[in-house]
């Protein structure tokens, strides 16, 4: 079963790609019933001139909300799409900086995809992650699942400074016992059901930096060590590595394998050289 990611850029105010919205106003009718065949003809005129301009006027009020509405989102998407700050470099975390392959195993990074904003690294530590305890299940259950998915988080605060949070307004990365949405692949109309997903949202912060936070969803099909291998390699990409390995030893690879690896040098390798380009994330909003 394929891993799959999917890039979701937005504000927590304004959706850079926001769904159609139908706005409907109250359907007014005028029915002017006659109780006797004398009817004066001024009096039906005004009734009818009166309707008139009340339903001018309404048009016009509806149509000057929905021009303030749509220039609204018009300018919120235009910041998304195109950020007021400048692509340079982090410096390079601590536990990045230490690290040395002795191997020289090489890494992936060239199947590694930016974004509008940049690569997508962490440069306030440590990153904060929720671990939202399942309640669909029994405590015992819960409990293993959670104990899992902080195993995977424990693996790569090796690499990069972590902390659980205890509230998800806290988080910048929230992890989700949830069934992804089906997907549809490109050669097939057939949906088929992901073991995971990982989606990212951009927002500015208090102090005017572009920030990001990341949502994983994990399949409550996947237990024991698919669950463990689920979570780390989706950890992997909210950490940075937003792409795949080709190589089936790597924990970044693009498909779920019956022995899943653990955290390979050639994805420390690729996620050091991730944090060594250039993003606007983490950068003051001019």
């Known amino acids: ?96 900086t230490k690290w040395q392959d002795n191997t020289n195993s090489g890494d992936y990074f060239s199947q590694v995809n930016p974004t509008q904003v940049g690569y997508l690294v962490w440069s306030q530590f440590p990153v904060r992650v929720y671990v939202e305890r399942p309640e669909a299940i029994n405590s015992k259950q819960a409990e293993q699942w959670v104990n899992t998915v902080l195993q995977a988080v424990q693996e790569w605060s ?31 109309k057939r949906p088929r059901a992901r073991s995971a997903q990982t989606t990212y949202e951009l927002y500015v912060s208090k102090n005017n930096l572009l920030s990001h936070r990341f ?10 060590q698919y669950l463990l291998a689920a979570t780390r390699h ?11 390995s080709p190589l089936p030893t790597d924990a970044l690879y693009f498909s779920q394998v019956r022995n899943s690896p653990s955290i390979s040098p050639r994805d420390v390798n690729t996620l050091k050289r991730v944090y060594e380009q250039p993003t606007s994330l983490g950068w003051p909003q001019s």
């Open 234 to 244: 989706e950890l992997g990409h909210a950490l940075g590595i937003w792409g795949h």
């Open 158 to 188: 090796v690499y990069l400074p972590l902390a659980i949070a205890q509230q998800p307004k806290e988080a910048d990365i929230t992890i989700v016992r949830k069934t992804p949405p089906l997907q549809t692949s490109p050669n097939s």
């Open 1 to 96: 079963m394929n891993f799959e990611i999917a890039s979701l850029h937005s504000q927590r105010y304004a959706m850079r790609e926001f769904s159609r919205s139908e706005y409907w106003g109250d359907k007014i009718s005028g029915k002017f019933t006659h109780s006797t065949r004398h009817c004066i003809f001024r009096t039906t005129t005004i009734r009818t001139l009166v309707l008139q301009r009340f339903i001018v006027s309404l048009a016009l009020a509806i149509g000057t909300g929905l021009l303030i509405i749509l220039t609204s989102f018009q300018s919120s998407a235009i910041f998304v799409t195109s950020s007021s700050s400048p692509l340079k470099p982090h410096p390079l975390p601590p536990t990045l």
């Open 215 to 224: 949502t994983m969803l994990l399949s409550p099909s996947q237990t024991g």
